[in-house]
């Protein structure tokens, strides 16, 4: 018994055995058929199409699961099913007919079966099982025609690999490695080369544009490599706001030869406000998708200049913004700092002066979007250009432009006046003068310079700190310089000139131009003609005689206005009151034009004689009672007028005009102010008096001078003629 369980054993393991590598063969067939016809057929749409890596890896998954699903339906599934025994008899008992269901009855008896006539019945079935098997060493379930088409099949697929492979190396080396998802593209007879665009983080061929700026998109068909020119190169361009259209790209020139053989194209872009992509399609070439980024253009969105003055100025260096710098002082260094809107390349500056152009050096701050441009000391007007070179290599146009007005370090200026004498002046002259010196940068010396002749005399002015104003008024004392041992001033004759002048200098230093010298002005020259005391004193008293002469003039335009104003309330006959009532506004708006002249008038006559008296002192003329007389009678009652009276009275006389129409029945001119006029007119009478009395007091002494030179005359002559008779009386 046994021995037969084990050849039912052995026939049960063994048509298991050889299901299953059937089951496993035809998987293996119909996978590396699958798999084959796939390669093949994504061969042609890879070579057509050049689908990105993404693609492909999603078709390999597309495909990979339809290939396990229908390999699960059709012979995985059931390679991977448990093979009982029970089922293994019954496929072998439908094989062989003959053993009729002994096989299973031998399979499921239970040997130890206590019923004899069942244990009869299971032996007779095992010996009829045993039996067939022995006629049948190995027995046939599984059908090998149906296999047979799969396993020839995959042959075919597989002598086709190993051919593609065997004559094509190369191209079936590019095909693997795109299987296996790599970027790189099948071989091409026409190469598309676009050098302006580069791969960014992602991987992406990319150009980035300055907005609103005309491009031009160069392409070249690489010749070497053996490598041919396309018919036409396309463009397929998409906006990013999904508008599509299509370009044919121009070519340039000729074929080029050489190591760098190639064809040129072109195609002109308008001005892009929206990022584009760009497919370029030439023969069998495909180059893209090329992206066009639209950025903006690097500006500077603030600068501030650092302006550090010549170290001779003192000046204290300050920061401001560029656009509130008009001008900067001449030697200065300027600094500029600068804030970018994005980060930056490269600045390239430029300082223009004139036609010379000199390269500056910016420093570029680590975050790319501050810069520092050093400027060196500028001594002529120009600019400063700058243009900015953006990461993405997007310049800023047009250049930015900075102008540099220089504000050059001027002269000295210098005001001098001699005030209190003439252009005449005795030896012993007092010369008060009075100087104001200006200069932008501060003073470095100041000089007064008396001149007689070929003699000369300078006065060393104190400049200390005055900074950059000098205000002096020093005088030139004649008498006490020829006292001074140190000066040596010679005594001035009659007839002599005399000259002063100022002259000052800055603290100017040329950054340019280390040997230039300070600047040095000068003032105009005042000329003085000396004469003799009385020469002086009958000049004087000429001045005299024509200020009273103009106050004459003033006198009876004052007498005038007294007139009118008695005249203004006249009321001819048959004249209507609206015509009487203009004409007194008339007269008084004459009347406060005539106060308005006489109070300037009289102040002039007064100046006038006051300047006389400050010639007879400051020429040290002695006469103390022709002083007081001047002084006194004429100067302080003419003050007093031109100072007090009459402007008093100007007013009371335009408030009267003011009121003159709501007073119809009163004097136009009031009582008080009507005093008043008479009171001034006859002050100026008494004041024009004295300067009659002042005239023949001069008449009196001109005639006592001439008297006294007559006798001195005479005397001379007498001694002569005595010196002449005692003379000849000797010689007798």
Same mark, same amino acid.
């Given at each position: 018994?046994?021995?037969?369980?084990?050849?039912?054993r052995y026939a049960l393991d063994t048509v298991r055995s050889r299901v299953r590598f059937a089951l496993a063969g035809e998987t293996a067939a119909r996978t590396t058929v699958a798999v084959g016809g796939f390669v093949w057929a994504w061969l042609a749409v890879d070579r057509l199409l050049e689908p990105p890596w993404w693609v492909r890896a999603a078709v390999f998954a597309l495909a990979g699961a339809l290939v396990l699903r229908w390999l699960w339906r059709h012979s995985l599934s059931a390679l991977l099913t448990r093979l009982p025994d029970s089922v293994i008899a019954a496929w072998i008992e439908r094989r062989h007919p003959e053993l009729g269901e002994s096989l299973l009855t031998a399979l499921h008896a239970d040997p130890h079966d206590p019923d004899p006539s069942h244990r009869v019945l299971v032996q007779a079935a095992e010996r009829r099982a045993e039996q067939v098997l022995l006629e049948h060493e190995e027995p046939e379930v599984v059908d090998t025609r149906r296999l047979r088409p799969w396993f020839w099949g995959a042959a075919a697929i597989l002598l086709t690999l190993v051919a593609g492979l065997a004559l094509a190396p190369d191209a079936s080396g590019v095909y693997l490695r795109r299987l296996a998802l790599s970027s790189e593209l099948w071989p091409r007879q026409v190469v598309l080369v676009a050098e302006q665009f580069t791969p960014d983080d992602n991987g992406r061929l990319v150009w980035r544009v300055p907005r609103d700026t005309p491009l031009e998109l160069n392409v070249r068909a690489d010749f070497t490599g053996g490598h041919v020119a396309p018919t036409e @190169?396309?463009?397929r361009l998409r906006q990013q706001d999904g508008a599509r259209s299509r370009r044919q790209l121009a070519a340039i020139g000729e074929p080029t030869g050489g190591p760098d053989a190639h064809q040129a194209y072109r195609m002109k872009i308008d001005r892009l406000r929206q990022d584009l992509e760009v497919r370029l399609y030439g023969g069998d070439a495909r180059l893209g998708p090329l992206l066009l980024v639209v950025t903006p253009r690097p500006t500077v969105t603030s600068v501030d200049v650092e302006v550090r003055p010549p170290s001779y100025t003192s000046d204290r260096p300050y920061t401001a913004p560029a656009d509130a710098v008009d001008q900067v002082p001449e030697g200065a260094a300027l600094t500029f700092q600068a804030q970018c809107n994005k980060p930056l390349r490269k600045v390239a500056a430029t300082l223009t002066r004139g036609d010379v152009s000199t390269r500056l050096t910016a420093d570029i701050a680590a975050d790319g979007r501050r810069f520092t441009l050093m400027v060196p000391p500028v001594v002529d007007g120009g600019g400063v250009e700058i243009t900015l070179l953006d990461q993405d290599g997007i310049d800023s146009q047009p250049a930015y432009r900075f102008p540099l007005r220089v504000q050059a370090d001027t002269p000295p200026s210098i005001e001098f006046a001699v005030n !209190? @004498? !003439?252009? @005449?002046?005795? %030896? /012993?002259?007092? *010369?008060p003068t009075d100087i104001a010196i200006d200069d932008d940068h501060g003073l470095g010396a100041a000089t007064l310079t008396l001149t007689i002749g070929d003699w000369e005399l300078p006065i060393q002015l104190p400049v200390g700190d005055v900074g950059d104003e000098l205000t002096a008024s020093p005088s030139v004392d004649l008498l006490a310089l020829r006292s001074d041992p140190a000066a040596r001033l010679p005594r001035p004759e009659p007839g002599e000139r005399l000259q002063l002048q100022v002259s000052a200098e800055d603290l100017y230093r040329s950054s340019a131009d280390p040997e230039a010298r300070p600047h040095v002005s000068t003032s105009q020259t005042e000329t003085f003609t000396v004469v003799t005391p009385e020469d002086l004193v009958a000049r004087l008293e000429e001045r005299e005689v024509n200020l009273r002469r103009t106050f004459e003039q003033t006198y009876d335009e004052a007498r005038s206005a007294e007139l009118n104003a008695a005249r203004m309330d006249d009321a001819p006959d048959g004249v209507a009151a609206d015509e009487l009532a203009r004409r007194r506004r008339l007269s008084m708006s004459r009347l406060v034009e005539q106060l308005s002249k006489l109070k300037h008038d009289v102040a002039g006559a007064g100046e006038g004689f006051r300047g006389i008296?400050?010639? $007879?002192?400051?020429?040290?003329?002695?006469n /103390?009672? $022709?002083?007081?007389?001047? #002084? @006194?009678?004429?100067?302080? %009652?003419? #003050?007093?007028? +031109?100072?007090? +009276?009459l402007p008093e009275l100007e007013g009371q006389a335009r408030l009267a005009a003011k +009121?003159?129409?709501?007073?119809? !029945?009163?004097?136009? *001119?009031?009582?008080?102010? +009507?005093?008043?006029?008479?009171?001034?007119v006859a002050e100026m009478e008494s004041a024009l008096n004295e300067m009659k009395a002042v005239e023949t007091y001069n008449e009196v002494l001109a005639l006592l001078r001439g008297i006294i030179d007559d006798q001195r005359d005479l005397s001379e002559k007498t001694g002569d003629a005595r010196k002449s008779s005692l003379k000849g009386l000797l010689l007798d």
């Open positions: 018994m046994p021995h037969h369980h084990n050849l039912i @190169v396309q463009a !209190g @004498v !003439g252009r @005449v002046i005795t %030896p /012993d002259a007092i *010369l008296l400050e010639e $007879l002192d400051n020429n040290r003329i002695q /103390d009672d $022709l002083k007081e007389r001047i #002084d @006194v009678r004429i100067v302080r %009652p003419l #003050d007093n007028i +031109s100072q007090r +009276s +009121s003159l129409d709501d007073r119809p !029945g009163e004097p136009a *001119l009031p009582e008080e102010a +009507s005093a008043k006029l008479r009171s001034t």
